[in-house]
């Protein structure tokens, strides 16, 4: 299945796929799958899936929640005419309700330090670098950049999400005050109407996240609006840990 798809089609697939077979890819913090999926027509897809179940408390986001900001990401993105976070939906699973996140077939080795010393990849990285301010990623390390075969770099890992308190951690600082493209600020401003307006492409995010994290994410996008700049570090922890 290429990702040239639409996305509204992978998100049915994702929605409607039975599960056939389910791997655990890791278990730090979290327990996390790859699953394989088969369509009513014979159509294999691959997926990530994050169960609810199999998240670890954390003492400064709500218990068990971390999918739903999974699946907020991906609907920001969406909300932005962003395309760079592989489709993800809710969806009950062998392990009980959690995202489930299309595969991203990528180069392996390839992460954000190698990606951003290839010229042609840099707006890629700096339209990340804005989308992470405006959803207040806590932790986009470098291997959370997949760079596919065609070219396009995708977001992974978005469950540390939306805090209301400023909470940035990123490897991709390099562009920090740097004018950000006018298209991506019309983009940005086009997002916050819908929300505040509470337009119908807006309804999974309102239902996803809790009103105080909307009305923080409104804010971040009024400060990006009135500098116009990349973000900077600021004087709190602004680097994950590991980097990639």
């Known amino acids: 299945m290429t ?3 639409d996305m509204a089609q992978a998100e049915q697939f994702l929605l409607e796929a039975e599960f056939e077979d389910l791997q655990l890819l890791w278990s730090s913090s979290n327990y996390v799958y790859l699953a394989k ?3 009513g027509a014979g159509q294999e897809i691959a997926a990530v899936y994050k169960p609810e179940a199999g998240e670890a408390p954390l003492w400064d986001f709500p218990t068990g929640r971390l999918y739903a900001r999974e699946v907020a990401a ?3 993105s969406q909300l932005l005419n962003w395309f760079f976070v592989p489709p993800t939906v809710v969806r009950e699973g062998p392990q009980g309700v959690g995202s489930l996140q299309l595969y991203v077939p990528h180069e392996g080795s390839s992460h954000y330090f190698e990606q951003r010393e290839e010229p042609s990849l840099i707006p890629q990285l700096q339209r990340i670098a ?4 405006v959803a207040n990623n806590a932790d986009r390390k470098g291997g959370h950049c997949l760079l596919d075969k065609q070219g396009q770099i995708w977001g992974i890992d978005h469950g540390l999400c939306f805090h209301q308190d ?3 951690r990123t490897v991709i600082w390099d562009w920090s005050e740097q004018p950000i493209d ?3 600020l019309a983009d940005i401003e086009q997002a916050a ?3 505040t307006e509470q337009r119908e492409e807006t309804e999974a995010l309102n239902e996803l996240l809790f009103p ?3 009305a923080a994410l409104l804010d971040r996008t009024a400060e990006l609006l009135r500098t116009r700049a990349m973000p900077t570090p600021g004087p709190h922890r602004s680097y994950p840990w590991p980097l990639v």
Request: proline residues 0%.
């Open 3 to 5: 990702f040239r798809v």
């Open 37 to 39: 999926l088969c369509t």
């Open 74 to 76: 991906y609907q920001l």
């Open 130 to 133: 804005v989308f992470d301010f």
């Open 166 to 168: 400023y909470k940035m």
């Open 182 to 184: 006018d298209q991506w």
């Open 193 to 195: 109407i819908a929300i």
């Open 212 to 214: 105080n994290e909307l």
